[in-house]
């Protein structure tokens, strides 16, 4: 039972950084922008909140670096494909193309450091229950704020003006323009943070997650995390459900590893893969359903003088 237990705090650790991660590129999609760079600011973040610990030893400020590094190729990315009007996927390519990069040439003075010893969280009283207090209430505190962040979202998107303004801004952006509303500055600010999350999911890869650096470490789950927003039909809640099924995916492969099945370690680390392609392959059977919760709007540029 203690092996089942540890899976599940395991699930909710990995599946947090794909909630943050597809979180972020869920509020640019409901503006209707389509950012593929997820990977690449992920692993700038990474580097960036893993070189800010080496040399602060505080993990809120390798967060914020995190948070700037996202933050800040989100803005170029918004300013290119906003104002510019350059394709939405090629740019996007581009970014994450630029991000692995990047981050692996500045990254590799970081490869042989250490950051200070991990603390560790616990809830009082809760973590001393048998099993679940283990499984359940023993992570650090951005698990829960994770949590908590996703419900407040969808309260922001479904009960408040300024999230009815941003999904019309989705929906139809020459409707949102034509009754005043800044478009434009709308999409960039959605888009500036969704790469701050973006970059809070790679600086949480790097800091607390496997508290190291190494080139590609994201290792694919910024596009796992772009599948997600399409698996979730753009419902935050769903999101989160999707983030901790593929989080439990990804950690089952060490946990038939654990104990003793006797299946090869490669066949194991497809399994998130696998479970990402077949998801999407049964979603696309009904393309009605993903066409009446898609936003409208998303991937096309606007274009205010039209």
């Known amino acids: 039972m203690e092996s089942y237990a540890l899976l ?5 650790n990995a599946g947090t950084v794909l909630a943050i991660a597809s979180l972020g590129l ?3 999609e409901k503006a209707g922008i389509v950012n593929l760079g997820a990977e690449g600011m992920m692993l700038c973040a990474a580097i960036a909140g893993f070189a800010m610990v080496v040399h602060t030893g505080s993990d809120t400020l390798g967060f914020a670096a995190g948070m700037l590094a996202g933050g800040l190729m989100a803005a170029i990315f918004g300013a290119l494909v906003i104002w510019l009007n350059t394709n939405q996927y090629a740019t996007g390519l581009a970014l994450s193309l630029f991000g692995g990069g990047f981050s692996a040439f500045v990254g ?4 042989q450091a250490k950051i200070p010893e991990r603390p560790t969280f616990a809830i009082p009283g809760l973590s001393d229950i048998p099993l679940l207090g283990s499984a359940l209430f ?4 951005l698990v829960y704020l994770t949590i908590a962040f996703a419900a407040g979202l969808v309260w922001f998107l479904y009960r408040t003006r300024s999230g009815l303004i941003l999904r019309s801004v989705g929906e ?4 949102a323009h034509a009754l005043g509303y800044p478009v434009r500055w709308i ?3 959605c888009v500036v943070a969704g790469g701050a999350l973006c970059g809070l999911a790679g600086a949480y890869i790097s800091v607390i997650y496997t508290p190291l650096w190494v080139e590609g470490m994201v290792a694919g789950k910024g596009w796992i995390a772009l599948a997600l927003t399409t698996f979730a039909t753009w419902r935050p809640g769903r999101v989160l459900l999707g983030a901790y099924l ?9 946990h038939l590893q654990g104990i003793g099945v006797d299946v090869p370690s490669q066949v194991l680390s497809m399994l998130p893969y696998i479970a990402t392609i077949v998801v999407l392959a049964l979603i696309s059977r009904n393309p009605a359903w993903i066409r009446i919760n898609m936003p409208a709007s998303i991937g096309k540029p606007f274009y205010p003088g039209s």
Request: a positive charge; charged letters at 10%.
């Open 8 to 12: 599940i705090a395991a699930t909710l």
């Open 26 to 28: 869920l509020i640019n």
């Open 108 to 111: 590799v003075s970081y490869v």
């Open 138 to 141: 023993k992570h650090h505190p």
């Open 172 to 175: 139809s952006p020459e409707s």
């Open 187 to 189: 999409r960039l600010a």
């Open 246 to 254: 593929f989080g439990g995916v990804t950690m089952v492969q060490f």
